[in-house]
C-alpha cells in the first residue's frame, strides 16, 4: 500500500487547494508539528469549509492568538475549527478578542433570556437598570459581550447533528439575546437621560415592544430588529415628559447601531409604529390604542401579531401587548380587509430584482415569507373564534393550526419542516460572513460549503433538496388555505381536518368571494361523493379557488366551473387535462371568473374545455371549412329539420365560444374577431339558403356595413340586401325563402339577426328585388349617401354568381369617377345631422362607443368619404374594410400617415372594448361604462393588468379626443 | 395624518367649535362650503361626506351624481371672523367616488397628481403668489367705484382702507397665512397682498382662503373686494404674478452660481417650457372673457411670449438671486391672474415646466427691450409671438394641446372647454355699449 503524499491527503481529507493548506501548515509553530498538525488537520477536515478553516488557525496564531489551550483536547479543537471555517465573520471577531476563543472551543447550549440580559447588564456595570460606565466605554463593552455570546451560539450551532431541530431553539436564542442588548442600550440611554434631566428622567417610564421576527422569538443572524416604543410619565408633564421618553428612545437606539469603534450590532428599526415615519417616536399607552381603534390599517395589524415587550418597564409593556391584541383579532372583519391582503400577497413576489428570482430563500414563489404570508393569514382569519392560534411564531401558529384542525397534521409536519430546513440556510448563508443576505450562493464552493455546514453531504444534495422545498411551499397556499376547505362541506373520512362552514365561510370571505355560502355550496357539489370526478376535483379545487379568486368575479367563476362540471360529467378526458395541464386550468379559471358569454356558452358546449391545453384549438376557423362542415351538416339531417336547425345552432355557438375564448385570452387581436365572426355569419346564411331556395329559383345576399368589412363584434347585427332571378314571381317565393331561413336561424341564446334596412328605400322597400328592379332604382334614385352604403358591399351567400352581377351593378354607383361638391356638402350635413339625431337620449358623447366623438361612426365616415371623392381614380381604395381603406388612402397621401394612425387607434379601441364589454356582459353594450367593476372586467378582458379600471377610461377618451380632433378637421372642413 | 386628525378633534372640543365648514373647489375656481357639526368630523375623515356633485360645477359625471368630500385633517383652522360666539372652523376636502377613487373632476386631485408626477422626477414645487384685487364701496355691479381716488393708503383721509388692511392681516395671520400687504401704486383702490412661499399645495389652498377673508373683511369694513381681472377701463387690471421654484430634495433646483442670472440648466428649461406652452394653457391662467381685457389693455400685463431679466414688458421673469441665497433662486410667471382657479393654473404651469425639462427644451434670446414699446413688425423679427388676444382664440389653442389634456384630465378638459366656450358665446351675444354708442345713431 503506497503512503499518500501530505497533499493528496490533503485532497482526500476534501480540501479545495491542498498546495495552499500545505503551505499554511509550513507556518505552524515547532509547538504544532507532529500529532498536533495531524489533529489539527482532521479536524479542519470536519468543518464546512477545510481550507479556510485551516488559514485561520493559522492566521490567528500568527496574530498573536496562542491555541495551544484549544490544542489540548480534541473536542475543543474541534468546534473551535468548525467556527473558523464555518463562520468568517466569527473567526475575524476572534481575531481581535483572543479572550472569546474559550466559547468557541466549548459551545454550550444556549441560555435563557434572564441570563443574557444579566450578562449584557452586567458589562456596562449597571446598577438599577442604569449603566456606570461612561457612555463610548460601556456601549463597546455591550456590543463586545453580545458577540461573546453570539460566537458561543454560533459553535453551538455548528456542532448540531440535526441543525433543522434545534433551528427555532437558535432563533429564539438570538432574539433573546437581542432583546439583553436593547435592555443594556436602555440602561446606557438612562445614564444619558438622567445627565440631562436629572430625576425627572426617572419618572419616565419606557417599554421596548419588539415586533416581527424579534417579537416571534424566530430572529436571524443578522436582521433589522424591528421596535415600537412605548412611554408613560409619572409626575411629569408634557412636553417634557415625551421628550425624556424621546431621548431613552435615541439613546437606545445609538447603543445598539450608532457607529463606533466596536461595530454597530444591527438596525433598530421603528418603522411599525403609528403613522410610519411621519408619526412621534414614541407615545404613552393611551395614545397607542387611540391610534388603533381609530385609523390602523388591516396590514398594520397583520404586524401587531408578533408584538412582544422585551425590555424596560415589564409592567407598561404587559399592558401594550394585552391593549393591542384584542384588536388584531377583529382586523379580518375590517373594511379592505380582502384588498389589504391580495396587495399583501403581491408584495411577497414584488421587487425582487430578476436575476435573484431564482436564489432567494426569503422572497418569490417558495420562499420563506410565502410560508409566513399563509400562515398570518390562517391566523387573522381564524384567531378571532380561536384563541390558540393566537401565537407569534411561525412553527407555533403551525403547531395551533393543526391542533384546532383547521390545517392537516401532515401538512404540519411537512411545513414545519420546510420552514426549518429553509432558516437553516439562512442562518448559515448568514453567519458566514455576518452579512445581511438571502441569497443563495451559485459558486460551486461556496454550495459545498452551505451543504457541509447545514448537514448535507455535497452541493448536488443541497440543490436537490432546495428545489423540492421551493416547489412544495409553492403549493403551500392551496394546501393549507384552499384544500381544508373540502373538509368543511363533506366528511372526507380520512383527513384530521374538522373546519367548521363558518370557518370555511370566513376563509372564502377573505380571499374575494362575495357569497361565501353560496361558493361552499358549490364546493360541496363538486367535491361531494365518491366518484372518480368527485375524487379529482377535491385534488384541483383548493388551487382553482385560489385562482379564481384572482379574477374579477370570484363567484361567477366557481358558479359557471360548477355547472360545466356537471355537464362533463364523467369524461375522463376534462379531469385530466385539468389535473396534468396547468396552463389549461389556469386558462379555464381566468375565462370563467371574467366572461359571462363564455360561461354561458361553455355551459352548453362543456368540450370546449378541451380547446385550453394548448392553441391550435383556439385558432379561429377559415371560412371555406366553416362552410364544408354547415353543408356537411346539411345532408346529414335534409329530412329532420328540428334535428338540422339545432345542429346549426350549435355549430354556430360552438364556433362562437373558439373566437370568444381566443380573443379573452389574448391569442386573437380584434381584427382576427371581425373576420372570424364573419365566416361564421357566411357558412350559416349559406346554409340555410342552401335548404329552403326552391328549384327554378336564384337567391342571392350581399352583405353590406361591418359586415362587409369583416369587422363585426360578438353580438352585431349582419346587414344584408337579397338578390333573386326566376320564373313565375320569384320577389314571393324569395321573401318566403328569406323568413324561413331566419327562423332557421334564429338563436335565442345567441342572438342572430339579418338586418336588411340598407336595402333600397329602407324599411318601406321589398325585402328581396330583382337585378333589374336594383339597376331601375340606381338609375333613377340613388343619392349619394346611397353610394355610401353600398361602399362595404360584399357578396356574402346563395347565388354567388347572381351576387357577382349585383356587384357589378353596385360598382358602377360607388365609385365614382368624380364626387360632386355638392354630393360630397351633402354627405358632411347628413353626418351632422346623424350626430345629433342619432345618439341615444341622456348618451354621453364622450362615452359612446358607436356613435360618440371620435368613435367608431367618426372614423368610418371620414373614410367613406375618402373612398366617395377618390376611389374612382385611386383602385387601392376599393375595398370594403375600414382600416384597409385607411391604410390605402394614407398611402395615396390622401390623408398623413400620423392622422391615419389617430383614426386608427380610435377605431381599433372602440371595436376593442365593444368586444370586451360583450364578453363580460354576454350582451352588446354600446357605451363605455362608468361603474368601475365593469371597467376593470373589460379592461382585463382586453388584456390590461389587474386594476387597469381608470387608465382604460382616461386612455379611451384621450384617444377619441385625439381622433375627434382629426375628424372634425379633415371631414367638415374641406 | 393621525396626528392631525386627534389634533383636529382635540382643538374642537378645547375651542369649543360649533361648525366646521368643509371647503372644495369646483372646476371653475369657486369656492364650496358645507357646514357639519362636531359629531360628524370624524366620519368626515374616515367615511367622507356624501355630497350631491350634479349640483356642482364640473365635479361629477351625470350618472355619478354622488360624490364624497375626505376632509384633509392637515388644513384645519378655526375660522377667526364669526367671533368667540360661535366658533367656527373649515378644513379642505378631497372629492372621492363613492368607491373611494379620487374624482376625476377634483381640482385638488389635479394638483396633487401634478406633484406627484414632479416627485417622480425628484422635485418639489414651491409657488410664491402676489395677488392684486380691487376694493370698491359698494357691491353695485353697474357703477363700480374704487375706494379711494389716490395712490397710497396712508394719504387717504377716513380710515376705512386702513381699518381693512389692518383687519385683513391679522385675520390672515389668525388663520396661519402670513402675507405681505402693500397699496398698489397704480390703481385707486386697488391692493396686492404677498403669500409667503410654500408647496404648491398648500399656496392653492392659501389663495382660496385668502379671497374668502378678504371678501370676508371687506364686508365687515363696509366696501367690497374684488378679483375680476380687469374691472376698469383705464385702470390697471388685478394679476396673480408667481414666483416658482422646483427643489431636489433640500437644494433648490433653480440655482447654478455659474449660470446666467445663477439660473441652472433645469431653470432655462423650465422656463422654457413655460413659454413654449403658455399659448395652450393661457385659457386656464386667465379664464374670464375678462382676462384678456387686462392681458391686451396695453398696460402692464405681458402679452407677448417672451422672458427677460428685471424687464416688467416680459412674460416669465427671471430675477437674480443673491450669491448667499441659493435657495431663492426663482422664477417669475406674470400672465396669470388674480380670478384663475390655482389649482388648475398651477397645474399647467409646472407641467409645462416639467416638460421643458423633460424634452430639454432651449431657451430662446432674451428680451431686453420694453417688449410693448417694439412694433408688431419687430416683435415679429425678435420671435415674440402674442398671447391669444380673447378667450375664444385662447379655447382654440387650448383644444389642440395634448399637454393640457394630460395634465386637467380628459374629464376635466372636456368640461372647462365646453364650459367657457359657453361664456363666451354669452359674451358675444351681447350689444355693447361702444356699439351703440357709435353705430346706433350714425348708422
Known amino acids: ?181 436593547l435592555e443594556a442600550g436602555l440602561a446606557i440611554a438612562r445614564a444619558a437621560a438622567r445627565e440631562r434631566y436629572g430625576e425627572d428622567a426617572d419618572r419616565v417610564r419606557l417599554a421596548v415592544v419588539a415586533m416581527g421576527k424579534t417579537g416571534a422569538r ?98 407598561l409593556g404587559t399592558a401594550y401587548e394585552a391593549a393591542v391584541r384584542s384588536k388584531v383579532w377583529e382586523s379580518s372583519s375590517r373594511e379592505g380587509f380582502v384588498e389589504s391582503v391580495q396587495r399583501m400577497r403581491e408584495r411577497v413576489s414584488e421587487h425582487i430584482p430578476a436575476d435573484e428570482v431564482a436564489r432567494q430563500l426569503k422572497l418569490g414563489p417558495g420562499g420563506l415569507r410565502d410560508i409566513e404570508f399563509t400562515v ?94 421551493r ?111 396547468p396552463v389549461a386550468a389556469r386558462r379555464l379559471t381566468r375565462l370563467l371568473s371574467s366572461s359571462r358569454l363564455i360561461g354561458s356558452l361553455m355551459e352548453r358546449i362543456p368540450e370546449a374545455a378541451s380547446w385550453l391545453d394548448g392553441d391550435e384549438q383556439l385558432r379561429p376557423r377559415s371560412e371555406e371549412s366553416l362552410r ?23 355549430l354556430r355557438r360552438r364556433e362562437h365560444l373558439r373566437v370568444a375564448m381566443a380573443s379573452a385570452l389574448q391569442r386573437i387581436d380584434e381584427s382576427t374577431v371581425g373576420v372570424a365572426l364573419t365566416a361564421i355569419a357566411a357558412a350559416l346564411v349559406d346554409a340555410a339558403l342552401t335548404l329552403h331556395t326552391p328549384e327554378g329559383l336564384r337567391l342571392a345576399t350581399i352583405t353590406l356595413g361591418r359586415t362587409g368589412g369583416r369587422e363585426i363584434g360578438f353580438g352585431s347585427d349582419i346587414d344584408v340586401m337579397h338578390v333573386a332571378v326566376g320564373e313565375g314571381d320569384p320577389i314571393a317565393v324569395a321573401t318566403t325563402v328569406i323568413r324561413k331561413v331566419q327562423e332557421t336561424l334564429a338563436d335565442p341564446t345567441l342572438p342572430f339577426e339579418l338586418d336588411a334596412a340598407l336595402r333600397p328605400e329602407g324599411r318601406q322597400g321589398p325585402i328581396v328585388r330583382t337585378l333589374e328592379s336594383y339597376r331601375a332604382y340606381y338609375e333613377r334614385w340613388s343619392e349619394p349617401w346611397e353610394a355610401q352604403a353600398l361602399l362595404r358591399a360584399r357578396p356574402f351567400a346563395g347565388d354567388a354568381e347572381l351576387a357577382a352581377e349585383l356587384m357589378a351593378i353596385i360598382d358602377e354607383r360607388r365609385y365614382p369617377q368624380e364626387l360632386p361638391a355638392a354630393a360630397a356638402r351633402e354627405v358632411r350635413r347628413i353626418k351632422a345631422r346623424v350626430e345629433s339625431e342619432r345618439l341615444p337620449k341622456n348618451a354621453d358623447r364622450r362615452r359612446h362607443l358607436k356613435l360618440g366623438d371620435g368613435a367608431l361612426s367618426d372614423v368610418e365616415w371620414l373614410v367613406q368619404l375618402l373612398q366617395l371623392q377618390h376611389a374612382g381614380h385611386e383602385p387601392s381604395l376599393r375595398t370594403p374594410s375600414t382600416l384597409e381603406a385607411l391604410a390605402a388612402a394614407a398611402r395615396a397621401d390622401l390623408i398623413s400617415d400620423r392622422d391615419a394612425e389617430i383614426l386608427r387607434e380610435a377605431w381599433s379601441l372602440a371595436t376593442r372594448i365593444r368586444n370586451g364589454l360583450a364578453l363580460a356582459r354576454a350582451r352588446t353594450i354600446d357605451v363605455l361604462p362608468n361603474d368601475r367593476t365593469e371597467l376593470e372586467a373589460v379592461a382585463r378582458l382586453i388584456g390590461m393588468p389587474a386594476r387597469s379600471a381608470l387608465a382604460l377610461e382616461e386612455h379611451y377618451l384621450a384617444v377619441t379626443r385625439r381622433s375627434r380632433r382629426v375628424f372634425d378637421r379633415l371631414f367638415y372642413d374641406a | 395624518m393621525d396626528k392631525q386628525r386627534d389634533f383636529v378633534l382635540r382643538t374642537i372640543e378645547e375651542r369649543g367649535v360649533k361648525f366646521v365648514r368643509l371647503w372644495f373647489t369646483d372646476v371653475l375656481g369657486t369656492l364650496k362650503s358645507v357646514a357639519i357639526a362636531p359629531a360628524e368630523v370624524e366620519g368626515a375623515f374616515t367615511e367622507g361626506l356624501g355630497i350631491d356633485g350634479s349640483s356642482i360645477e364640473g365635479l361629477s359625471r351625470s350618472s355619478e351624481a354622488d360624490v364624497i368630500a375626505k376632509a384633509d385633517p392637515s388644513t384645519f383652522q378655526v375660522l377667526p371672523w364669526r367671533g368667540e360666539i360661535d366658533p367656527t372652523a373649515r378644513m379642505f376636502c378631497d372629492i372621492a367616488t363613492p368607491d373611494g377613487q379620487p374624482a376625476a373632476a377634483d381640482p385638488r386631485h389635479v394638483l396633487k397628481r401634478t406633484l406627484a408626477k414632479a416627485a417622480d422626477l425628484g422635485f418639489s414645487f414651491y409657488t410664491h403668489p402676489e395677488c392684486e384685487f380691487y376694493l370698491l ?26 381699518d381693512f388692511r389692518r383687519a385683513s392681516v391679522r385675520m390672515l395671520e389668525d388663520i396661519g397665512i402670513s402675507v405681505e400687504f402693500s397699496h398698489h401704486e397704480a390703481g385707486p383702490g386697488q391692493n396686492e397682498i404677498d403669500l409667503r412661499y410654500a408647496d404648491a399645495l398648500s399656496t392653492a389652498d392659501n389663495i382660496m382662503t385668502f379671497r374668502t377673508v378678504v371678501k370676508e373683511v371687506a364686508i365687515q369694513e363696509g366696501v367690497y373686494a374684488t378679483f375680476m381681472p380687469k374691472p376698469f377701463e383705464g385702470q390697471p387690471g388685478s394679476g396673480m404674478h408667481t414666483h416658482m421654484s422646483l427643489f431636489e430634495g433640500e437644494r433648490n433646483a433653480f440655482h447654478d452660481p455659474a449660470g446666467q442670472y445663477q439660473l441652472s440648466k433645469v431653470g432655462r428649461q423650465f422656463v422654457a417650457g413655460l413659454l413654449h406652452h403658455a399659448p395652450e394653457f393661457t385659457a386656464v391662467t386667465n379664464q374670464f372673457v375678462n382676462s384678456y381685457k387686462r392681458m391686451w389693455s396695453g398696460d402692464e400685463a405681458p402679452s407677448y411670449v417672451s422672458w427677460g431679466h428685471n424687464n416688467r414688458s416680459a412674460l416669465v421673469r427671471v430675477p437674480l438671486s443673491k450669491p448667499n441665497k441659493a435657495q431663492s433662486a426663482r422664477v417669475e410667471y406674470r400672465g396669470l391672474d388674480s380670478a384663475a382657479n390655482p389649482y388648475l393654473a398651477f397645474s399647467v404651469l409646472l407641467a409645462a415646466g416639467l416638460k421643458g425639462i423633460e424634452e430639454g427644451y432651449e431657451l430662446p434670446e432674451e428680451a431686453t427691450d420694453d417688449v410693448w414699446a417694439l412694433s408688431d413688425r419687430e416683435r415679429r423679427a425678435l420671435g415674440f409671438t402674442p398671447l391669444p388676444a380673447s378667450l375664444d382664440r385662447a379655447l382654440q389653442h387650448m383644444e389642440e394641446s395634448e399637454l393640457v389634456a394630460e395634465t386637467l384630465g380628459e374629464q376635466v378638459f372636456e368640461y372647462f372647454l365646453r364650459n367657457k366656450r359657453e361664456d363666451w358665446q354669452r359674451y358675444r351675444a351681447q350689444v355693447t355699449r361702444v356699439e351703440l354708442e357709435s353705430n346706433l345713431l350714425s348708422l
Not at chain 1, 498538525?37 to 469549509?49: K, P, S
Open chain 1, 1 to 181: 500500500m503506497r503512503i499518500p503524499s501530505p497533499r493528496a491527503r490533503l485532497a482526500q481529507l476534501g480540501f479545495r487547494e491542498p498546495s495552499r493548506a500545505a503551505a499554511c501548515l509550513e507556518e505552524l509553530p515547532d509547538a504544532w508539528r507532529g500529532t498536533g498538525r495531524t489533529a489539527l488537520v482532521e479536524a479542519a477536515a470536519r468543518a464546512a469549509d477545510p481550507d479556510t478553516a485551516i488559514e485561520w488557525a493559522v492566521r490567528l496564531e500568527r496574530a498573536g492568538v496562542s491555541l495551544d489551550e484549544a490544542l489540548a483536547d480534541a473536542g475543543s479543537l474541534e468546534s473551535l475549527l468548525r467556527v473558523l471555517g464555518g463562520s468568517i465573520g466569527i473567526a475575524e471577531h476572534l481575531e481581535r478578542h483572543a479572550e472569546d476563543l474559550d466559547v468557541a472551543a466549548r459551545p454550550m447550549p444556549p441560555a435563557p433570556a434572564e441570563r443574557y440580559v444579566d450578562s449584557l447588564l452586567e458589562s456596562v456595570d449597571a446598577s438599577a437598570g442604569i449603566a456606570r460606565k461612561p457612555r463610548d466605554e460601556a456601549i463597546a463593552a455591550m456590543r463586545g459581550r453580545y458577540r461573546r455570546h453570539l460566537t458561543e451560539l454560533v459553535a453551538w450551532d455548528l456542532g448540531l447533528d440535526d441543525p433543522a431541530a434545534s433551528v427555532d431553539v437558535v432563533s429564539a436564542a438570538l432574539a433573546d439575546l437581542a432583546a439583553a442588548a
Open chain 1, 218 to 315: 424566530e430572529l436571524n443572524y443578522l436582521s433589522d430588529v424591528d421596535v415600537i416604543w412605548v412611554h408613560e410619565a409619572d409626575g411629569v408633564e408634557d412636553p417634557r415628559a415625551t421628550q425624556i421618553a424621546t431621548l431613552l428612545a435615541r439613546e437606545t437606539t445609538a447603543a445598539c447601531a450608532q457607529f463606533q469603534k466596536a461595530p454597530p450590532l444591527w438596525e433598530v428599526d421603528a418603522n411599525l409604529r403609528p403613522e410610519g415615519k411621519d408619526g412621534a417616536l414614541t407615545r404613552t399607552l393611551a395614545s397607542h390604542v387611540a391610534y388603533y381603534e381609530r385609523w390602523a390599517k388591516s396590514w398594520e395589524f397583520q404586524a401587531l401579531l408578533k408584538a412582544r415587550a422585551v425590555a424596560g418597564d415589564a409592567e
Open chain 1, 376 to 469: 398570518q393569514l390562517l391566523q387573522l382569519v381564524h384567531g378571532a373564534d380561536d384563541e390558540s392560534v393566537r401565537q407569534r411564531g411561525t412553527l407555533e401558529a403551525l403547531d395551533a393550526l393543526a391542533e384546532l384542525g383547521i390545517i392537516g397534521r401532515a401538512d404540519r409536519d411537512e411545513f414545519s419542516a420546510h420552514y426549518r430546513f429553509l432558516r437553516v440556510l439562512e442562518h448559515r448563508i448568514q453567519f458566514w460572513r455576518m452579512r445581511r443576505t438571502h441569497l443563495m450562493p451559485v459558486e460551486p464552493d461556496e454550495l459545498r460549503r452551505l451543504a457541509r455546514s447545514a448537514g448535507l453531504p455535497d452541493a448536488d444534495a443541497l440543490t436537490e433538496r432546495w428545489q423540492a422545498v
Open chain 1, 471 to 581: 416547489r412544495a411551499v409553492r403549493s403551500l397556499h392551496e394546501r393549507l388555505f384552499y384544500r381544508p376547505l373540502l373538509g368543511a362541506v363533506a366528511s372526507l373520512g380520512h383527513d384530521d381536518v374538522r373546519l367548521t362552514p363558518e370557518h370555511a365561510a370566513k376563509r372564502l370571505e377573505a380571499s374575494g368571494y362575495a357569497d361565501a355560502r353560496g361558493a361552499l355550496g358549490h364546493i360541496a357539489e363538486l367535491t361531494g361523493g365518491v366518484t372518480r370526478r368527485a375524487q379529482i376535483q377535491r385534488l384541483l379545487l383548493p388551487v382553482l379557488l385560489g385562482w379564481f379568486a384572482e379574477g374579477v368575479d370570484p363567484d361567477m367563476g366557481l358558479l359557471a366551473f360548477r355547472r360545466l362540471s356537471e355537464a362533463l360529467g364523467e369524461s375522463p378526458w376534462f379531469l385530466r387535462m385539468l389535473r396534468d395541464s
Open chain 1, 628 to 650: 364544408e362542415e354547415a353543408a356537411a351538416v346539411l345532408a346529414r339531417h335534409r329530412d329532420d329539420r328540428e334535428a338540422l336547425r339545432t345542429a346549426l345552432r350549435s
Open chain 2, 137 to 162: 364701496k359698494s357691491a353695485d355691479v353697474h357703477h363700480p367705484e374704487p375706494v379711494d381716488r389716490a395712490g397710497y393708503f396712508d394719504n387717504v383721509p377716513g380710515g376705512t382702507a386702513h
